[in-house]
C-alpha cells in the first residue's frame, strides 16, 4: 500500500516558507514603523538607506573603498577567522575539561565554579585586563573568544558524560574493557550529542563577544565596524554590522546541525 508523501511536502514547503515570511513581515513593520516618523531617521533608518549602506560597505564609491578601505566581506572575514581560531581553542579545551570532569567527581567539584563563574562574566569585564596582559593585537581577541566558548563546551559535555547509560558502561566493563576503552567507545559515542549542542552554544556564545573583542584594533572586523560607526551614529551601517554577523552565525549555525546529523546519526536512540 502507498504511503503519501503529500503531508511531507506540505510540512517541508511550511518550514521553509514561515521564515521567508516572517522576515517579509518584519520588513514591513520596519518600513512602516520608519515612514511614520515617530523616531529620528539617525535611529530607525529605512530598509532602502541600511540597503545601501550595505552596497556601499561592498563597493568602491566616490574613490571610497567599503569602510575604512576594506570591503565588507574582509570585515567578515577576519572576524570569523578570530571566532574560528577562539572557538577552536575554547571547544578542544572545554571537551577535554568535561570529559574528565564528568568522569572523575572530585576534578568536577573544584572546576566547575569556577566554570560557572567564567560563563556569567560578561566579556568587557575582563577585556580589559587582557589587553593590560597581551596588548591590543590578535591575542586578547581571540583569548576573549576562546574563555567564551569555554565554558558552553564544558558544561554540556561534562553533563552529557555523566549520564552516559550505566547499562552499557557496565556491559562494557563486564567484557573486560579498561576504563579508557570505556570512556573512548561507550561514554563518549554517548556523549557526542550533547557536546555537538555545547559546541553550538559556544559558537553563540563567541559571537556574542565580537564586538567587545573587537573593540580595540578592531578593523579589519565587523565588531570594529560596528563600534566605528556607532561613535559616529553611523546607524546604517551599524545595522549592517549586527546583520552580517547574524546572518554568517545562522549560516555557521546550520552548517553545525548538518555535520551533527552526520556524525552523530544515534541521537535519540541510546
Wanted: glycine share 8%; proline share 6%.
Amino acid at each position: 500500500m502507498a504511503v503519501s508523501t503529500e503531508p511531507v511536502r506540505v510540512h517541508r514547503f511550511t518550514r521553509n516558507l514561515l521564515p521567508l515570511l516572517s522576515v517579509a513581515v518584519f520588513l514591513i513593520v520596519w518600513q512602516l514603523v520608519a515612514a511614520a516618523g515617530i523616531w529620528s531617521e539617525t535611529f530607525v533608518p529605512h530598509p532602502i538607506t541600511v540597503w545601501r549602506a550595505a552596497i556601499d560597505l561592498s563597493t568602491t564609491h566616490d574613490g571610497v573603498r567599503g569602510y575604512q578601505g576594506y570591503l565588507l566581506w574582509e570585515h567578515l572575514y577576519m572576524t570569523l577567522r578570530r571566532v574560528l581560531a577562539g572557538v577552536v581553542v575554547g571547544v578542544a579545551i572545554g571537551v577535554a575539561l568535561g570529559v574528565a570532569m564528568g568522569t572523575i567527581g572530585w576534578l568536577r567539584s573544584i572546576l566547575e565554579p569556577w566554570l560557572t563563574f567564567l560563563r556569567t562574566l560578561p566579556p568587557l569585564a575582563y577585556f580589559f585586563l587582557l589587553v593590560i596582559w597581551l596588548g591590543i593585537d590578535e591575542a586578547p581577541k581571540v583569548t576573549l573568544l576562546a574563555l567564551a566558548a569555554l565554558p558552553a563546551a564544558a558544561i554540556a559535555t561534562t553533563t552529557a558524560v555523566a549520564a552516559a547509560p550505566i547499562g552499557l558502561v557496565e556491559s562494557a566493563r563486564a567484557l573486560g574493557a579498561t576504563r579508557a576503552q570505556v570512556i573512548r567507545d561507550v561514554v563518549f559515542p554517548a556523549a557526542l550529542p550533547e557536546t555537538f549542542t555545547g559546541v553550538r552554544l559556544a559558537v553563540g556564545m563567541a559571537y556574542s563577544s565580537v564586538v567587545a573583542a573587537e573593540l580595540f584594533n578592531g578593523l579589519p572586523g565587523i565588531g570594529g565596524v560596528v563600534k566605528d560607526a556607532s561613535n559616529y551614529n553611523n546607524t546604517p551601517v551599524v545595522l549592517v554590522g549586527i546583520a552580517a554577523i547574524g546572518i554568517s552565525g545562522l549560516v555557521i549555525d546550520g552548517l553545525l546541525r548538518a555535520v551533527e546529523r552526520r556524525a552523530v546519526p544515534w541521537r535519540g536512540k541510546i
